[in-house]
């Protein structure tokens, strides 16, 4: 006769614009139990999602929780910029009588899990030897764009973790044919941010705009997974070109954000988009763009850039992190 689970005492939640990921802890530092990944869209309110997985799971509701959401926490109230959902922090935690409920932004949750992700969970792309103490940056992709980092004061190994909106930066052009790409974006969107470009929708919206660019017919697309069938199985040109504008502009991101924090710790991607183009990534224009930064290209070049594998689903851990350093805060 199998062994009862252990009771439960943590629900964790990394909640983004497509997907909800959800696990729970028995201890601080536990193992992640009964991870599931729910499609937001099938359920109304956060509320509904959360109980939609303790009943699938089949466990108590958990004394304490923490979210990771893709989204500002300034306040009680959150309202997500690439979902429907919003709620109140407070009605959740008196909803489902948690004794403690932590939410921060998902890439601050994803940045606090950083120190605890082993070679295995990384894939390099260039650069050297990361610093020590040095900071760290994060930037990723997926439903919007992610930006967070880690910086280590005096005597932190853990690293006290960036909370942002760096994905809504301006987006700047390097040649005339991504300046031609912005211009048409700048008509739809006003102000053109790195997440209008680089995100899901953003792929797609570079495809349109070279395939009215190209005045020709190309394939109607809805979804970044298409852009990338048709550039990676397909050689479709127009797709192989917006693919590589993508991850241009995410090259300039990150080296901007590397330049900001001198992340001489190290540069991680993570998001669900990058890890799916696997070694192609690797022959991009990324890592030229990361380092076309002037008289500041050397500093760059010695910068170590790494893929986090998503499924290892690190910023469950790293919500978990949250809720012991609110524990001890004083």
Same mark, same amino acid.
């Given at each position: ?7 439960? /005492? ?46 699938? @799971? ?72 990361? @610093? ?6 994060? @930037? ?65 919206? /570079?495809?349109?705009? /070279? ?24 050689n479709d040109a127009l797709a192989l070109e917006a693919l590589d504008l993508f991850c241009g502009f ?10 900001? /924090? ?69």
């Amino acid at each position: 006769m199998p062994s009862p689970l252990p009771l439960p /005492l943590r629900l964790l939640a990394d909640i983004g614009g497509t997907n909800i990921r959800l696990a729970w802890q028995a201890a601080p530092d536990g193992p992640l139990h009964d991870t599931r990944v729910l499609p937001c869209a099938q359920y109304p309110t956060v509320d509904a999602a959360l109980q939609a997985y303790l009943h699938k @799971v089949g466990i108590a509701t958990p004394r304490e929780a923490a979210f990771g959401i893709a989204n500002p926490v300034t306040g009680d109230a959150i309202r997500m910029t690439n979902h429907s959902w919003s709620f109140s922090q407070r009605a959740v935690r008196e909803a489902f009588g948690f004794e403690r409920l932590v939410v921060i932004n998902d890439f601050t949750a994803l940045a606090l899990a950083l120190p605890l992700l082993t070679p295995d969970l990384l894939r390099p792309v260039g650069g050297g030897e990361a @610093v020590q103490g040095a900071a760290i940056a994060l @930037v990723g992709p997926g439903t919007g764009l992610g930006v967070s980092g880690l910086v280590f004061p005096p005597g932190s190994s853990a690293g006290v973790p960036l909370s942002g909106e760096g994905g809504h930066v301006t987006l700047a052009a390097q040649t005339q044919r991504e300046f031609d790409v912005l211009a048409i974006l700048q008509e739809r969107y006003g102000h053109v941010s790195a997440e209008r470009a680089v995100c899901g929708a953003g792929l797609v919206d /570079l495809y349109h705009a /070279l395939r009215r660019l190209a005045q020709r017919g190309g394939k109607e697309v809805s979804s970044a997974a298409q852009v990338t069938e048709l550039a990676l199985q397909a050689n479709d040109a127009l797709a192989l070109e917006a693919l590589d504008l993508f991850c241009g502009f995410l090259g300039s991101v990150a080296g901007n954000l590397a330049l900001t /924090l001198g992340a001489r710790g190290g540069v991680y991607l993570g998001g669900g988009i990058v890890p799916r183009l696997g070694t192609w990534f690797d022959q991009s224009s990324f890592r030229a763009r990361f380092e076309a930064k002037g008289r500041f290209q050397p500093y760059l070049a010695g910068i170590p850039v790494w893929v986090i594998d998503p499924g290892a689903t690190p910023a469950l851990y790293g919500a978990s992190r949250a809720l012991d350093i609110a524990g001890s805060a004083p």
